[in-house]
């Protein structure tokens, strides 16, 4: 931890309606030093963010997306939601999420139990960062940094043109907080790995396909968005 | 002298539910979330899941029991416990969700029961398994030894 200031923090809604897979997901997140807010509902992750449909419509019709902050009341910096959920599913807020003006940087990565290709292709063209099969590890907690962080950056000033980057497959690399340009270049991460292997924490040893069961695709970096 | 014995049967109690099948890499992903500022991690997350287990088994009980029963609603029970056993890592429980789940799928009540019963058992015999593995660690403890979770 050691982080001094309160919004240096990066803060994840965690959306899931298994209260067993929400205490998962609050200790993953807090272990790896995020601020965690659960929620059951998709209803109850778009109150939280601060959505309300009539706003919403009349803004879509302007093309410059409004401040983030207007609707808001704590900012967030993740959404990390469950696909099957009665009412609204993981795919239904993610997508109202996308269409809104002020909620459509915020990025959001998906969770399932099942390994639909079909599902997490579609999930991946709406524009979700990641599609995490459950259950959900410390492995996979991992990858949600630098997509926090990109959003970040689009808020500060920088050489870089960051915003048009997307983070390459990071799945060996702990990032440091810091280091926001190497973050999002490969190549640099490539030619660092003894000062990000610093930063590991509780981590295993890779874990990737090494079980028969867990036949995961990997997806990183292969969102299908236009910006 | 105690803790250490105490320590090497829960150990070996350990692994035996690994080698049986009982338990996967799931709880270990557990344990390893469980520390010095979090201790009673692993018992809360196993209490809810027999919490959960039982009413879902419950529920599961009444749904073959209608008259005109509702095969959607059964399906999304089992998911859900399917969800929940994968989610802490009791294997043998999750198989059986599996398979309870296709008999769903062929809506045949008869295969379901059987299906069911299957399930309750395996809930029951990890349920007594993970009883005995937490008792076991409580005793570490209170003998003042560290959790060997």
């Known amino acids: ?227 | 002298m105690e803790v250490d014995q105490l320590q090497r049967t829960f150990h070996d109690y350990h692994a035996s539910l690994f080698n049986e099948g009982f338990l996967d890499e799931q709880f270990v992903q557990l344990q390893q979330l469980q520390d010095e500022s979090n201790p009673g991690f692993v018992v809360e997350v196993v209490s809810l899941f027999f919490e959960d287990s039982e009413r879902l088994l419950n529920d599961l009980s009444k749904a073959l029991d209608q008259e005109n029963v509702d095969f959607r609603k059964i399906d999304a029970h089992v998911h859900q416990l399917k969800g929940s056993s994968s989610s802490i890592g009791a294997q043998r429980v999750r198989n059986a969700c599996i398979a309870f789940r296709n008999f769903c799928d062929e809506r045949n009540i008869e295969a379901c029961l059987k299906c069911l019963q299957q399930v309750r058992q395996e809930y029951l015999l990890v349920k007594t398994k993970l009883e005995t593995l937490l008792r076991l660690e409580q005793q570490i403890v209170a003998a003042g030894g560290a959790s060997p979770m």
């Not at chain 1, 706003?55 to 019709?61: G, K, Q």
């Not at chain 1, 930063?199 to 997806?219: A, F, H, I």
Request: with cysteine.
């Open chain 1, 1 to 227: 931890m050691g982080l001094a200031a309160a919004d240096s923090q990066f803060h994840v809604l965690a959306v899931d309606d298994s209260l067993i897979d929400r205490k998962l997901i609050e200790r993953l997140l807090k272990t790896s030093s995020y601020q965690v807010t659960t929620v059951d509902s998709g209803s109850k992750a778009l109150e939280f963010l601060g959505w309300h449909d009539e706003d919403e419509r009349n803004n879509s019709s302007e093309e410059t997306s409004v401040s983030p902050k207007n609707h808001q009341e704590v900012e967030v910096n993740l959404v990390i939601t469950d696909y099957c959920m009665p009412g609204m599913t993981g795919y239904d807020l993610l997508k109202k999420m996308k269409e809104s003006s002020s909620l459509r940087n915020i990025p959001v990565v998906i969770m399932s139990s099942e390994n639909v290709p079909s599902r997490i292709t579609r999930c991946l063209e709406e524009g979700a960062e990641e599609f995490f099969l459950k259950p959900v590890r410390l492995s996979d907690v991992n990858k949600l940094k630098p997509h926090m962080m990109r959003t970040k950056c689009c808020n500060k000033d920088d050489d870089d043109d960051i915003q048009n980057q997307k983070p390459e497959n990071l799945e060996k690399q702990e990032i440091n907080g810091e280091e926001i340009q190497t973050v999002l270049q490969l190549q640099q991460q490539q030619q660092q790995p003894s000062q990000t292997n610093n930063n590991t924490n509780k981590r295993k040893s890779m874990d990737e396909g090494l079980s028969p069961d867990r036949t995961r695709p990997r997806y990183n970096g292969l969102t299908v968005m236009s910006n």
